[in-house]
């Protein structure tokens, strides 16, 4: 069937109206009608081929949540009228190591919400900025928020997994100093799930504008990084450090922070390298830095419905799919408070 959607033909092309196909649901697909889809950062990088191999037209989105319109023959735990959702991931190997223990975000097959190959046309997965999307039913999540929640729901579906899965990972909970570098989309999420975690959290932001917003987050303090005498005031004293910016920056103002045995995990994904860390600043206090991406399907469920419980949801500005070049251009500018989401109904106009 051929739905609305909107997407880039070229780097250098704003985004516009397309048509796209999407297939009929098979045995074990999905189909849902997408009510709202939040706006990445790694929407602008795809889209802008800020990282390599973007395949046009590149329609972006992978924080989707909608209602299932239909569902295949052996489809039994969604019907048509369920709210569900659908993040990074449509598909993965199913059968490795990774996706055995539900880590399909790890698995070397796993295919993206957009830009992975497919054997649907064009030939690469298009994603949520559009009207409707068909997902295998291993891959979308429940949705146990009241409605009215749905479009601040959906940027859990990205900016929620990608720091929940590190926050647990490192198990991070009570008697934890937390520090959450950025407060864009994702380090929001990050401020809100360690404050719920029970941590002691520190929000680091380049943003003087944000230190009263970023305590009505969740945070216990917030510094201003670009400023020396407030870091060192720091130093020594994190157990972790989740760091969420979207641009080459000093790592080692960040690890110079963390006491012995303390960590941090990068989960920005900049365009252009990033200059190294110190490796005395690693080796002296026995400090290790990970990386992390999104988070496996069962562990998106569960954030889901940790979320739910406690109430968490993003904080949000919504937007008319035609606004969204000039949203691309306010989120490099940090201009947002913290996530855009596009509302899908926009499209059919
Ligand atoms: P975002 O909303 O633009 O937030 C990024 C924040 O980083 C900004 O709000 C800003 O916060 C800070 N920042 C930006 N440029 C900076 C600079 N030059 N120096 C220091 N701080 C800077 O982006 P997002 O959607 O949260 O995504 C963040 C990054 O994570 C992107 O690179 C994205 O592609 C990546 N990502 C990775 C994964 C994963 O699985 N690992 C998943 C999703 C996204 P302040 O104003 O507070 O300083
Ligand atoms: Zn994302």
């Given amino acids: 069937m051929t739905v609305k959607a909107y997407g880039a033909y070229a780097s250098d092309r704003p985004l516009e109206p397309i048509d796209i196909t999407r297939r009929a649901p098979g045995a074990h697909d999905v189909q849902i009608d997408i009510a709202y889809c939040g706006v990445c950062h790694s ?14 037209p590149c329609v972006p989105g992978h924080e989707i949540v909608g209602r299932v319109s239909a ?34 975000n ?47 729901v959906a940027p859990l579906l990205c900016a929620g997994i990608t720091t929940y899965s590190p926050l647990r990972h490192w198990n991070v909970g009570p008697g934890h100093k937390v520090g959450v570098v950025g407060i864009g989309g994702l380090g929001h999420m990050g401020i809100k799930l360690a404050h719920a975690m029970g941590a002691h959290v520190v929000a680091f932001t380049t943003s003087d504008s944000k230190r009263e917003a970023a305590r009505a987050l969740g945070a216990d303090e917030v510094v201003v990084s670009r400023n020396p005498g407030e870091m060192a005031a720091h130093g020594k004293s994190f157990d972790f450090i989740l760091n969420t910016v979207a641009a080459p920056h000093d790592l080692d103002a960040f690890m110079v922070l963390l006491k012995r045995d303390g960590s941090m995990t990068l989960v920005g994904a900049p365009a252009t390298p990033h200059p190294p860390v110190e490796v005395f600043n ?28 406690h109430g968490i949801v993003a904080d949000i500005e919504m937007i008319r799919i035609a606004e969204i070049d000039a949203a691309y251009e306010r989120m490099l500018k940090g201009d947002v408070k913290y996530r855009f989401v596009i509302d899908c109904a926009s499209l059919a106009a």
């Avoid at 929407?43 to 046009?56: I, M, N, P």
């Avoid at 400090?287 to 562990?299: F, K, T």
Wanted: proline share 4%.
């Fill in 71 to 104: 569902v295949g023959a052996q489809v039994s735990n969604f019907k048509p009228g369920d709210l569900v959702s659908v993040g990074c991931i449509v598909d993965s190997c199913k059968h490795c190591a990774d996706c055995s223990e539900g880590l399909e």
């Fill in 106 to 152: 790890y698995c070397d097959h796993m295919v993206g919400t957009y830009n992975f190959p497919t054997a649907d046309a064009p030939g690469h997965t298009l994603g949520g900025y559009s009207q409707r999307i068909v997902v295998h039913e291993r891959y979308v999540l429940r949705i146990r928020h009241p409605e009215a929640q749905l479009a601040a």
């Fill in 282 to 309: 690693l080796i002296m206090k026995r400090r290790g830095l990970a990386g992390s991406m999104i988070g496996g399907i069962p562990e998106t469920q569960q954030m889901l419905d940790f979320c739910a419980e």
């Fill in 43 to 56: 929407d602008l990088h795809q889209v802008r081929s800020e990282w390599a191999g973007t395949r046009y």
